[in-house]
T-cell receptor, first 109, second 114 residues
Framework: SQQGEEDPQALSIQEGENATMNCSYK?????LQWYRQNSGRGLVHLILIRSNEREKHSGRLRVTLDTSKKSSSLLITASRAADTASYFCATVGSEKLVFGKGTKLTVNP | DAGVIQSPRHEVTEMGQEVTLRCKPI?????LFWYRQTMMRGLELLIYFNNNVPIDDSGMPEDRFSAKMPNASFSTLKIQPSEPRDSAVYFCASSSSGGPYEQYFGPGTRLTVT
């Protein structure tokens, strides 16, 4: 399956710390995307990294992609309580996205 | 832009009743996706349309589920008859086809079938 799998399933940290979430997948991809979902809301697109890119930054977010290992990581630096949410990776082979089960991040004030 | 609009936001119905969920994609987007999210199964793609044409409905669980997109600004997902195991949050998302396929999600419809 192309489905990404996030690790860990849950992560609890203190405000100001960095949070790292990992995603592994099984087949070749065009790009990989990360989304955030706040409780009771829809998913919000955070960042996209193409298969020929190795690293990408957006504000406090840093995403890496290793296509040889079929893995990606999302780093959130200097976390805030407002970063508390579930984070999903989604792989794109053709037009449709295939989502993993997500990592539930809790940032304690 | 108002983003993807879904209605209703909440639906409570009895088993056996027909349920219709509605979605208005972002203007100019020509791909539309219906997802279902549950604790057990996560986020599942049910069906997606490109230029109003269903492209992949392999995720539709059974014949009780049907989806239509009569025009570029409206889509429906219908469940008839509904069952308690259909209880979930249903999301609609839209994107521009041609890549890179970043999707914009609506707020979801929380369906409870009793």
């Amino acid at each position: 399956s192309q489905q990404g799998e996030e690790d860990p399933q849950a992560l609890s940290i203190q405000e100001g710390e960095n949070a790292t979430m990992n995603c592994s997948y099984k087949t070749s991809i065009n790009n990989l995307q990360w989304y955030r979902q706040n409780s009771g809301r829809g998913l919000v697109h955070l960042i996209l990294i193409r298969s020929n890119e190795r690293e990408k930054h957006s504000g406090r977010l840093r995403v890496t992609l290793d296509t040889s290992k079929k893995s990606s990581s999302l780093l959130i630096t200097a976390s805030r309580a407002a970063d508390t949410a579930s984070y999903f990776c989604a792989t794109v082979g053709s037009e449709k996205l295939v989502f993993g089960k997500g990592t539930k991040l809790t940032v304690n004030p | 832009d108002a983003g993807v609009i879904q209605s209703p936001r909440h639906e409570v119905t009895e088993m056996g009743q027909e349920v219709t969920l509605r979605c208005k994609p972002i203007s100019g987007h020509n791909s539309l996706f219906w997802y279902r999210q549950t604790m057990m199964r996560g986020l599942e793609l049910l069906i997606y349309f490109n230029n109003n044409v269903p492209i992949d409905d392999s995720g539709m669980p059974e014949d009780r589920f049907s989806a239509k997109m009569p025009n570029a600004s409206f889509s429906t997902l219908k469940i008839q008859p509904s069952e308690p195991r259909d209880s979930a949050v249903y999301f609609c998302a839209s994107s521009s086809s041609g890549g890179p396929y970043e999707q914009y999600f609506g707020p979801g419809t929380r369906l409870t079938v009793t």
